[in-house]
């Protein structure tokens, strides 16, 4: 089921290869101001070996538009819709592309389902797989993706927005855009046309111990200073990353939802011991 309250989910799973393991926390909150979560989040672990050998592990953060019973319908419909396009297609050579078919069917499906209801509806999205030790993203929207990298926070996906725009351009700084009074305005989104641009990357990354990936909403990078973000993920484990995150973002205000997918790929556990079996002796 989605993700609508604001307790935190930790689960540790197998990383994408038999040497790390991840530590992972989704946690979506409603905010100080809105009366209805809008947003969406997700990890996905599947239920077999082949097919998380095949497909990976599959995070997701959506960020409805449309107000009440749209905005969180369309969030909903892109998280569901992506993951089951994604596990359901054949086990992909290229994670980018199957991916980006896997958003271009969630934006069919929020477009068609906009239409039939007569609703003015929309979402953001960006997925992060992580597959064979290599990470793989797509995403339309302001949603984000990061990474930490030892004592270094870098922001993996460029908003499809005004702002961002004119961050990619050289006309404003990362953080005039921070600070924006237009940042909100999105020029991507699922579900506002029959078709949609999809962003991948050019290639997928490595993924090494001690990285620590952030899928996040505009309630969340909108307020927080990258210092404070990478602060926050700097702690020791993935809940307590979340909780010290949406905590910050409530207290300066939080005026929007607020959603985050927390993944720190940790060093592998050792394996259980076994007690040793006693031999059983028999009398003639």
């Not at 449309?66 to 054949?90: E, F, K, N, Q, W």
């Not at 010290?244 to 993944?263: Q, Y």
Request: with cysteine.
């Amino acid at each position: 089921m989605p993700l609508r309250s604001s307790t935190p989910r930790p689960t540790r799973t197998a990383a994408p290869t038999p040497d790390l393991a991840l530590d992972v926390s989704v946690r979506s909150d409603v905010g100080c101001v809105r009366a209805v979560n809008e947003d969406d989040g997700r990890f996905v672990r599947p239920g077999t070996p082949a097919q998380r050998s095949s497909h990976g592990l599959l995070a997701l953060v959506a960020d409805g538009m449309g107000g009440h019973d749209a905005g969180d319908v369309a969030s909903r419909l892109a998280v569901d819709g992506i993951a089951a396009s994604y596990y359901t297609s054949p086990p992909p050579s290229d994670p980018h592309q199957a991916l980006e078919t896997a958003l271009e069917s969630a934006n069919r499906t929020v477009h068609k389902t906009a239409t039939d209801q007569q609703a003015s509806m929309g979402t953001t999205c960006v997925a992060l797989v992580l597959r064979d030790g290599r990470a793989f993203a797509a995403h339309v929207g302001d949603s984000r993706c990061y990474r930490l990298r030892g004592d270094r926070l870098e922001a993996l996906t460029q908003d499809h927005s005004v702002v961002g725009e004119l961050v990619a351009r050289g006309l404003l700084t990362s953080e005039q855009a921070r600070l924006h009074e237009e940042r909100h305005l999105i020029t991507r989104a699922l579900g506002l046309h029959e078709t949609v641009e999809v962003d991948t990357w050019s290639a997928p990354l490595s993924v090494e111990e001690g990285d620590v990936f952030l899928l996040s909403t505009d309630g969340l990078h909108d307020l927080l200073h990258p210092a404070e973000i990478q602060a926050a993920l700097s702690v020791g484990s993935a809940a307590l990353a979340t909780e010290r995150l949406i905590d910050r973002a409530r207290a300066l205000g939080g005026p929007d939802n607020i959603t985050t997918v927390v993944i720190r790929v940790e060093p592998p556990r050792p394996p259980r011991a076994t007690r040793p079996t006693r031999p059983v002796s028999a009398e003639a």
